[in-house]
């Protein structure tokens, strides 16, 4: 984290927030300027922060401030986002919500021949708190493998959030539909429910102790 304060970052991002409203308004090159400079100065507050922007007419646009799933970065996330100023028209959030599977499910996939309503999923273990979970398809292949696995760890990011895909996602792998032996194989978008289902029913504070258990 470099020493600049949190403010020197919200005062900059205040007096030009009009210019991201703005965005799909302006060129190319415009825009490609000032997303840089969104970049650059996030980054100069910490170098693993980084961000995704949602602008859309008559609504408020929303910066979310992302580490990409990094938990160890959660709370310094959390903590910079806690001191933005309100700015009209803005939502401001710390980590990345769940979106649906298909959230940029870009041309790249498309030519590849890969729908997100065409995975598939089962947990490699039991461990409810680090789930282990291998995700199929059925062009799925060995010469293919790291394009799917890319893939599919996008859709697992999105579908489940920044958080729960940080703090509850352990290994996970790609195989063809075919070789699926377990009997638990469902469609990718239960995944949700199913981490939830798994998790751990005791609360633990911060000092370790049992506060509860269902």
């Known amino acids: ?4 304060p949190k403010r020197h970052f919200w005062e900059w991002f205040k007096r030009h927030h009009q210019e991201y409203l703005g965005l799909n308004k302006q060129s190319k090159k415009e825009a490609g300027y000032w997303l840089s400079e969104l970049n650059a100065h996030l980054r100069a ?11 859309q007419d008559k609504e408020a646009a929303t910066l979310t401030i ?3 799933g990094k938990v160890s970065h959660f709370k310094m996330a959390e903590a910079f986002v806690a001191t933005a100023p309100e700015i009209p028209g803005w939502t401001i959030l710390a980590l990345e919500d769940p979106m649906p599977v298909e959230f940029l499910w870009d041309k790249q ?7 997100p309503g065409e995975l598939y999923f089962s947990f ?3 461990d409810p708190e680090h789930a ?20 599919a760890n996008t859709a697992v990011y999105h579908l489940l959030g920044e958080r729960v895909f940080g703090m509850n996602i352990g290994y996970l792998e790609v195989a063809n539909l075919s070789s699926a032996r377990s009997k638990n194989v469902q469609k990718l978008e239960a995944l949700p429910d199913c981490i939830g289902s798994r998790r751990s029913s005791m609360v633990i504070d911060g000092n370790g102790r049992l506060l509860s258990m269902d």
């Not at 984290?1 to 600049?4: A, E, S, V, Y």
């Not at 507050?45 to 602008?55: A, G, H, I, N, P």
């Open 66 to 68: 992302t580490v990409k």
């Open 124 to 126: 490699a273990g039991d």
């Open 1 to 4: 984290m470099n020493r600049i």
């Open 109 to 115: 996939m498309e030519d590849a021949g890969i729908h």
């Open 132 to 151: 282990d979970i291998i995700v199929y398809h059925p062009l799925c292949t060995e010469k293919n493998e790291r394009l799917f696995l890319q893939f």
């Open 45 to 55: 507050y910490c170098k693993f922060f980084t961000f995704s922007l949602v602008c």
